[in-house]
């Protein structure tokens, strides 16, 4: 009698080969592979069976199965040697995501094994008998092989038939199909283009590798606030979660808990450190994490921040009392506001020019750049960006419901995001009720401990509003994901028809999401059209087209995320304005004294001007911790650098790096005094906005809105933009070795005002034009 190792077929004909196998079920040889489909509404079975009976002592049979059925209890794929079918057998079985090792013996069904099945791990199952023994082994690639089991040799295997195929017990919609490839014969590899392929795919991966193993790692250095205040442990630094005293400082063991797990990266120390009530800490491991695209989480790094004693710091902290005071008046009225004498924008910028001149914005201080941001185009038009306000012109729809951009919908293909938002009631409607965390005891020290106030916000449900003031700009970056206002951002600029962004012009002829007004960038090789780059028979999609945007959106969000999270709790720990706020409290409040510069102490203590007597007409004397926009006060992690500016300053790269940002945004709008409406913005640089600029101003408004809310310093803006940057450059640069379109490249303008372009792996500046 034949041994078992003798029959072999590698199904390469197509056909069935009737002197070795009888079929049955449905069955179909093609692609040079066997396909078993189960078909019918009962029990049924499906596969191959020897047309003999062969020998498998000292022999062996090999089969790859290239896929199962789909793991339903019932659904079964299986390969056996049996001298009576179901009563006397040996085999493998896949049913419900597990791979058995059986035998059968007397009709009594035994399982020696179980293991997960791993199709990468199990493409290959052999029955091999030596010496009275039985194996049951698989492989991933058919020469290394792994025993499952073992076992004396069950039932006697000198006359067993070969069976393989696939079975289920009961009618299951979409099981998808078994499928057979060597049956005793050596792997032939891939064709050879797909072989070609698999290995020029991994030469890509191993020159993005390359790119990112050139790039030097950045020390990592702190302003050493840590053991600056030897006296007084840990009071410079964030603690807001862990275990305090009776004034608000952290305590020292349970800080050193931190820095524990934060030295030894241990996932068990994470979970022993001490918190002062129920509030988690928010992913201190997220900085810890490796990426298999763009820079690594640590590649890059922030200056120190400023530190805690530091004249900056104080003037920064004046900077966000200022922006609690104004947090209601609305930016169409800052022209106005800010001629007024006696006014909290005219109190603000004098106190900016004067008492506090190292805030870190632009000096001297106008109504027009008051807590703006510093980069190239954020004090060009309106405060707000026009990415936060505008919808798109669509001519086909009715009247205040997206005909018109002032009417705020996004078009998102067929449906449309209404940039109005659902925001918070302000402090003329409801009082000091509208800040939080302005009662030392009752609120500001159980919140420091890790008491969970999230929810308690008062909402404005009198209608949704445009973003008018600094607290409906709060409100919107208190619920967001960061990345979302980029995309409205994208769908925007991929939706609106040419024209000038104003419906009823006569310039508007363009179809929407058809004949786009704003054009993608000069590299991209399928658009602009009438470009020398642009194809003459092809559209993008999937590559420099919307599909791409989209992902790579996503993608360096979750990159600078884990980057600026591992400079938060890996390098800076730099403590939360509202625990700074409770340093200047306690001192003024002859609690305790700290080393902060006497600046921020004068101007509060001032009964005459300063923030002295705005701040006690607004909230009585005896408090001055610093007024917050959300109930829970800041997140549960360090301030510095922050979250949305980093994800915002590498997200704006993106869509720099996508659309042509030197493209005009015409008919620019503001918001009207109580945001039910967009009207037009009149402003002398009404014809200056450009795509570019207003991006750039999204990133800043989004970033400086934390501010606003009093969760974030403006040093976490200033710094956190340009790391963003940096990620996003470093992931197109990977990028940019993958693809098959000849000549294309990104380019954009980066914060610091120059251009570079990106290509084939490079990044090269580009000469002013």
């Known amino acids: 009698m034949a041994k078992a190792h003798t ?43 020897s047309n003999v009976a062969y020998d498998l002592t000292d022999s062996s049979f090999t089969l790859e199965v290239l896929q199962t059925l789909r793991p339903v209890l019932g659904a079964r794929t299986f390969f056996r040697a049996f001298v009576t079918e179901e009563v006397n057998e040996v085999g493998f079985l896949v049913e419900n995501g597990i791979l058995y090792c059986g035998q059968t013996v007397g009709g009594t069904r035994t399982a020696l094994a179980s293991v997960p099945y791993e199709p990468a791990r199990h493409l290959w199952w052999r029955l091999r008998e030596n010496s009275g023994t039985t194996y049951w082994e698989t492989s991933g690639d058919g020469k290394s092989w792994s025993v499952l089991a073992s076992k004396a040799d069950p039932i006697s295997l000198t006359a067993v038939k070969l069976s393989f195929g696939a079975g289920r017990d009961l009618q299951f919609p979409s099981l998808g199909l078994a499928i057979f490839d060597s049956a005793n014969t050596p792997d032939a590899g891939l064709p050879r283009r797909v072989e070609e392929r698999r290995l020029s795919a991994q030469r890509v991966r191993e020159q993005a590798a390359e790119l990112a193993a050139a790039r030097p790692h950045a020390a990592h250095v702190n302003n050493n606030d840590e053991v600056n205040y030897p006296g007084q442990s840990f009071v410079g630094n964030y603690s807001k979660g862990l275990r305090h005293d009776s004034v608000g400082d952290p305590e020292p063991v349970s800080y050193g808990s931190l820095l524990r797990a934060l030295e030894s990266r241990d996932p068990g120390d994470f979970e022993e450190i001490l918190l002062g009530g129920a509030k988690k800490l928010t992913n201190p491991q997220a900085g810890l994490a490796f990426d298999l695209e763009a820079p690594d989480a640590q590649a890059f790094t922030l200056p120190p921040a400023p530190r805690f004693d530091s004249e900056q710091a104080a003037d920064e902290l004046g900077e966000l009392y200022w922006m609690a005071l104004a947090r209601d008046v609305p930016f169409i009225q800052y022209a106005t506001e800010a001629g007024t004498s006696g006014s909290i924008l005219q109190r603000a910028i004098d106190s900016l020019n004067n008492e506090f001149p190292s805030f870190g914005g632009t000096r001297t201080v106008t109504a027009q750049n008051l807590f703006r941001g510093i980069y190239p185009g954020e004090q060009v038009g309106p405060y707000v960006s026009q990415f936060l306000l505008k919808g798109n012109v669509d001519p086909r729809k009715p009247a205040g419901q997206g005909r018109d951009a002032t009417d705020g919908y996004i078009t998102y293909g067929s449906q449309v995001i209404d940039q109005r938002q659902w925001t918070v009631k302000g402090f003329p409607e409801i009082g000091a009720a509208a800040d939080y965390l302005t009662r030392f005891t009752e609120d500001w020290l159980p919140v420091q401990n890790g008491r969970d106030d999230r929810g308690k916000d008062q909402l404005d449900l009198t209608q949704r509003r445009f973003i008018r003031n600094l607290r409906d700009g709060a409100n919107y970056v208190h ?66 087209g919307p599909i791409h945007l989209l992902q790579t959106l ?35 409040n002859n609690r305790r004294s700290y080393p902060f510069s006497a600046g921020i102490r004068n101007s509060l203590g001032n009964t005459t001007g300063g923030l002295g007597l705005p701040f006690r007409a607004r909230y009585g004397s005896g408090t001055y911790l610093l007024p917050q926009a959300y109930p829970e006060g800041a997140p549960t992690h360090p301030a510095y650098g922050a979250g949305h500016a980093t994800i915002s300053g590498a997200c704006v790269t993106i869509l720099k790096a996508f659309f042509d940002e030197k493209t005009p945004v015409e008919n620019p709008v503001v918001s009207n005094a109580d945001g039910t ?60 070795r993958t693809f098959n379109e000849d000549d294309a490249f990104f380019q954009l303008t980066k914060f610091d005002g120059t ?12 000469p002013a034009s």
């Open 755 to 766: 251009t570079i372009r990106i290509f084939d792996g490079c990044v090269e500046p580009v």
């Open 7 to 49: 029959l072999s077929d590698n199904f390469n004909d197509n056909s069935t080969d009737t002197s070795k196998w009888l079929p049955f079920g449905t069955y179909r040889e093609v692609n040079q592979r066997l396909e078993l489909r189960l078909e019918g509404s009962s029990k049924t079975a499906s596969g191959y069976t």
């Open 479 to 544: 619920f967001d994901q960061v990345v979302n206002a980029f995309y409205n951002a994208a769908f925007l600029l991929m939706s609106e028809p040419t024209g000038d962004q104003k419906q009823g012009s006569t310039a508007g002829t363009g179809r929407p999401m058809v004949d786009l007004e704003f054009p993608y960038n000069p590299g991209n090789p399928y658009d602009p059209p009438g470009t020398a780059g642009d194809s003459r028979t092809q559209v993008g999609f999937a590559t420099f």
């Open 554 to 588: 996503i993608e360096v969000a979750g990159r600078a995320g884990r980057a600026v999270w591992w400079q938060k709790w890996g390098v800076h720990r730099r403590l939360r304005p509202e625990e700074f706020g409770g340093r200047v409290d306690n001192t003024l």
């Open 677 to 736: 409406a967009l009207v037009a913005y009149a402003g002398a640089d009404a014809s200056q906005l450009t795509v570019g600029g207003e991006l750039n101003k999204l990133a800043g408004n989004l970033a400086l809105f934390r501010n606003a809310a009093g969760v974030h310093w403006r040093s976490d803006y200033t710094e956190s933009l340009p790391l963003g940057e940096k990620i996003a450059i470093g992931l197109l640069q990977e990028m940019s």
